[in-house]
């Protein structure tokens, strides 16, 4: 415990003197709020940390082929055999049902076409909004602004009920890891024009990192979303949230028009098994016993002396290439939106627009905390620090369950949760790039301050 203090009290000062060095230029901030986000009284990280200098002596972390896509209600069969529960489609929420019910085919149809009206308006306001001032995708082109006929993306509309039938999941239980790279492998199969199936690498134990880009924007290099699960292995829920992503944003799109406009602007990767080894072995920490959600790289800590661990250094990888707009990273041990910084109090130059999405996150997920993760407790080398300070994504850990491994019964609701908080978090993003986002009413419960007088070893609160 001592060593915890000393290490804060070293870690602070270090802080306040160079910790902006590594940070992305801060020119993006609150200035795509507008008026009304600041004149609703929102709650900054600032205002309700009057008293987070106890925090720091407190507690510390120890640690396109559309051919390939048939018109709807003519397609081929395309469902492909899943390990899976054959009968899945009956198992997940009763939008699949719209979905399964080839009667409904013309009602869905014309909600698609809608949905293309309202994403190509939705699309003419984004041309019209300066982007600049992102660190890596500032060329945010309107669906259609490819030139392709109509002036609409169609790869989404496209998307034919067989399909969505073929990629539904359910969640009676937990899956394993052949279960899982062999679910994304048939998203992919299923839905070849806008589905890629990847390997990102190999674990310390020489398991595969598959993930799944889910690209129905028409453009090749989109402002892209990463959803990734299982930093920590023993917690499963959040593996289960990140799986559940690519089916649920795809079902949920043909009926609401938000959902279908954000796959047209974004392209979603999505990697449920960050640690296989750590899963497999049900660890928090990876093979080599090290957690990999404390080995990123901050302002605090250079490259060269973190990604000590395979995996993250595999994450590294893809976050430099991609540079991420906005990420999730699932979690569970809590129930919370949270986000940069960890390392330090201070909030980062986007407290704002982090508030406001927290907020929105939260009461679509029906949780009441939503803060910065520091206030949650402090830590040092999580991905959301790394990815914000290299990329400038919009990051954000949700901890998706109290129990890391809730029961299986437990399991639909928590993963349906964790959905819906991903279109919570990805549409505040969209918001902001649009200029229009705007915040709720300040909420008085939105905070959850580690408890000073529980005796802290560096082993608990760890989520
Ligand atoms: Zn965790």
């Not at 009926?255 to 602007?265: G, I």
């Not at 959600?293 to 395979?310: E, H, I, L, Q």
């Not at 803060?371 to 990051?395: C, F, K, N, V, W």
């Amino acid at each position: 415990m001592r060593t915890f203090l000393l290490a804060v009290a070293v870690l602070v000062a270090g802080c306040g003197q160079g910790s902006d060095s590594g940070r992305a230029p801060r020119n993006d901030g609150a200035v795509d709020l507008g008026p009304v986000a600041q004149a609703d009284g929102l709650r900054s990280p600032e205002a309700g940390a009057l008293d987070s200098g106890q925090d720091r002596d407190s507690t510390i972390d120890g640690g396109s082929s559309p051919d390939q896509v048939a018109e709807l209600g003519t397609s081929p069969d395309l469902a492909v055999d899943l390990p899976i529960s054959p009968d899945l489609a009956a198992d997940i929420n009763p939008a699949a049902d719209l979905a399964a019910d080839m009667a409904s085919v013309p009602d869905l149809a014309a909600d698609l076409r809608a949905g293309a009206d309202l994403a190509a308006d939705a699309g003419a306001d984004l041309a019209a909004t300066d982007t600049a001032g992102y660190a890596t995708d500032t060329a945010v082109e309107a669906p259609g602004a490819d030139g392709s006929a109509g002036g609409g993306c169609t790869l989404v509309d496209d998307i034919a009920v067989d399909s969505l039938r073929a990629i539904a999941i359910s969640f009676p239980t937990y899956h394993d890891q052949v279960q899982i790279e062999t679910y994304l492998r048939s998203v992919a199969s299923a839905l070849p024009a806008i589905a890629t199936y990847k390997v990102l690498g190999q674990s310390g134990q020489g398991r595969d990192l598959p993930y799944l880009i889910i690209n129905a924007t028409c453009q090749a290099s989109p402002p892209a979303i990463f959803a990734n699960g299982t930093h920590h292995g023993d917690e499963p829920s959040s593996t289960e949230a990140a799986l559940a992503i690519p089916a649920y944003l795809l079902r949920t799109s043909a009926t609401d028009a938000s959902v279908r406009s954000l796959l047209q602007t974004y392209a979603f990767y999505v990697m449920p098994l960050v640690n296989p080894d750590g899963f497999v072995s049900n660890t928090r920490e990876n093979a080599a016993g090290l957690d990999i959600n404390r080995d990123y790289s901050y302002p605090g800590r250079s490259d060269a002396d973190s990604f000590k661990t395979v995996e993250a250094g595999l994450v590294k990888g893809l976050q430099e290439g991609v540079g991420f707009h906005a990420a999730i990273a699932y979690h569970s041990g809590a129930q919370e939106v949270l986000w940069p910084w960890c390392y330090t109090s201070d909030a980062t130059a986007d407290g704002i627009f982090f508030t406001a999405a927290g907020q929105k996150t939260a009461q679509a997920m029906n949780f009441a905390i939503y803060q910065q993760s520091y206030d949650d407790y402090p830590t040092q080398g999580e991905y959301i620090d790394y990815a914000y300070m290299r990329s400038h994504t919009l990051a954000a850990t949700f901890e998706v369950s109290i129990a890391k491994a809730p029961s299986a019964a437990l399991l639909a609701g928590v993963v349906d949760i964790a959905c819906k908080g991903t279109v919570a978090w990805v549409q505040a993003v969209s918001d902001r790039d649009k200029g229009s986002l705007h915040a709720l009413p300040a909420t008085a419960a939105a905070r959850r301050r580690f408890p000073l007088t529980t005796p802290f070893d560096g082993t608990n609160r760890l989520e």
